[in-house]
């Protein structure tokens, strides 16, 4: 469970511009299309995705660029609630936190691709105004990676806490002779911060 949260929805940032909200609304029918070429991005790009379960990631991918489409779509300011999942989830799996940055800044390049693609077919002044507009794109990738950043750190925060009250309980059971409650938590000498081995 998370502890960490923060807020939903980020304050600062430009709240949009007109005709990056154009493009952008244009790549939400694009989706999976998208979700498909980040996810195989991703997993050729770094290993530590390779242990993470193919739908999972499948899953956390859409809904991350769904956010950030989205936002930008609708002129929003830049939310942070599927970055906070997402990094939350990947510090629980053990994926490190630059494999999780490295992530975001792929996605990054995924969309500004898609929507410098798109204005170069619309013609020069849609190209113009993604340039112009493009303060809004990286005021979205400051704040998504600001996000990921503190809740991956509260993750770990949080996992060192409950490991510390597990490994608190296992001492308490083994000094105390309680051999069910050793056994039903787990324990082992690992467990309590000990070698396999060693001259107990």
């Known amino acids: 469970g998370r502890a960490g949260g923060g807020a939903g929805r980020a304050t600062t940032g430009p709240a949009g511009h007109p005709m990056v909200a154009r493009l952008a ?3 939400i029918d694009e989706l999976d299309p998208l979700t498909d070429q980040l996810v195989t991005m991703l997993r050729d790009a770094d290993e530590s995705y390779l242990a993470v379960d193919t739908e999972d990631l499948r899953r956390s991918v859409r809904e991350n660029l769904a956010s950030f489409v989205g936002d930008l779509a609708s002129q929003r300011s830049p939310s942070t609630s599927s970055s906070r999942d997402t990094a939350w989830r990947r510090a629980d799996q053990g994926v490190p936190l630059g494999s999780v ?3 975001y800044r792929l996605g990054f390049h995924v969309i500004w691709g898609a929507l410098a693609d798109r204005a ?3 013609g020069p002044e849609w190209l113009d105004g993604l340039v112009r507009g493009s303060a809004t794109v990286w005021a979205w990738v400051d704040t998504s990676s600001e996000a990921v950043n503190a809740e991956y750190r509260d993750a770990l925060i949080e996992s060192a806490r409950k490991d510390e009250q597990q490994r608190m309980l296992l001492l308490d059971a083994l000094f105390e002779g309680r051999p069910g409650e050793w056994k039903m938590l787990g324990g082992s000498l690992p467990a309590i911060g000990l070698p396999e081995r ?3």
């Open 25 to 27: 609304a244009e790549l």
């Open 120 to 122: 170069l077919r619309k």
């Open 198 to 200: 060693g001259p107990y």
């Open 101 to 103: 940055l490295h992530a």
